[in-house]
């Protein structure tokens, strides 16, 4: 094994079957890092995900502006391509969603929340980064607080203090004597469980992604020694296939959480009745 057993990859362990030592198994150690700078005790440091998040940021950042920092009429090559990214969160999301005369306003934040999302994921199957920083749960819990920030106030500013409590508690009249008990399931389903949800929808299936892609990379090289070998490429097999599908996993994280953005702006929106 490796020294630090907070850093697991396949190739940094000497351990292989029929070695006598056992399978290094991926863990809650596989999403643990040793500070780059600082010190962990402190609660000031600066570690691998974070630089991740960093780099993630100014990728799309500089993407963008290298695209549309002298538009032409005629797009090249990156342009078409950014246009048609960011032409897809608009008229597929957004508008679908909110609406073009409502939704136009949040383009950019839906924009900018998807393709951050899915280059946090992405970096998953990056070699050397190898680490997907959304399956952290402080990630995507920030992301979703600034969409339940922005529905809560978007809630008051349009409904005022009586419209917002008939938003989050689902007040509807017609449902005579259930109706206490339907409205307090419905503000705590709002209130408390859909930011919560929001979040960990995202963070589940990237821990449980890439603890499987570490099962398979691990069990590949930890098999290869003996007659091991041959359950060793039937596992690099499965690797290959975990990770086309990790790709596609990806982007659907991406998009399922900020289509579920825009449909609590459309809720937050919409006239109650």
């Known amino acids: ?3 630090d057993p907070t850093q697991v990859l396949a190739f940094e362990t000497d351990c292989h079957i029929f070695a006598g030592c056992g399978f290094p ?4 150690h596989s999403f643990l890092f040793e500070p780059l700078w600082g010190n962990a005790d402190s609660n000031l440091y600066f570690n ?3 630089l991740l998040a960093l780099l993630g940021s100014v990728i799309v950042i500089g993407f963008f502006w290298a695209a549309f920092r ?3 009429v005629v797009p090249g090559k990156l342009q078409m391509v950014a246009e048609a990214g960011y032409d897809f969160i608009r008229r597929g999301v957004v508008y679908e969603t909110i609406g073009k005369k409502e939704g136009e306003k949040y383009v950019p934040l839906v924009v900018s929340l998807f393709f951050f999302i899915w280059m946090m994921n992405l970096w998953s199957i990056i070699p ?3 680490f997907p920083v959304t399956s952290i749960i402080a990630y995507p819990m920030v992301l979703a607080v600034i969409v339940y920030v922005l529905w809560v106030s978007l809630t008051f500013k349009r409904h005022g203090f009586v419209g917002f409590f008939k938003n989050v508690t689902g007040y509807d009249k017609s449902l005579g004597p259930v109706l206490p008990l339907a409205m307090t399931i419905e503000f705590f389903s709002n209130l408390l469980v859909r930011p919560f949800t929001h979040a960990v929808r995202l963070f589940a299936n990237m821990f449980a992604g890439h603890t499987l892609l570490l099962l398979f990379t691990i069990a590949s090289w930890y098999l290869l020694n003996g007659v091991g070998i041959a359950y060793a490429g039937v596992s690099f097999i ?3 296939v975990m990770t086309a599908f990790e ?3 990806q982007a659907l994280q991406a998009y399922v959480f900020v289509l579920l953005t825009c449909t609590y702006i459309q809720g937050a929106l919409a006239e109650h009745h």
């Open 1 to 3: 094994m490796s020294a």
């Open 25 to 28: 198994a991926p863990g809650l």
């Open 48 to 50: 691998k995900p974070m």
């Open 70 to 72: 002298k538009p032409k």
């Open 128 to 130: 050397v980064a190898q």
């Open 238 to 240: 499965m690797t290959i």
């Open 247 to 249: 790709l596609f996993i």
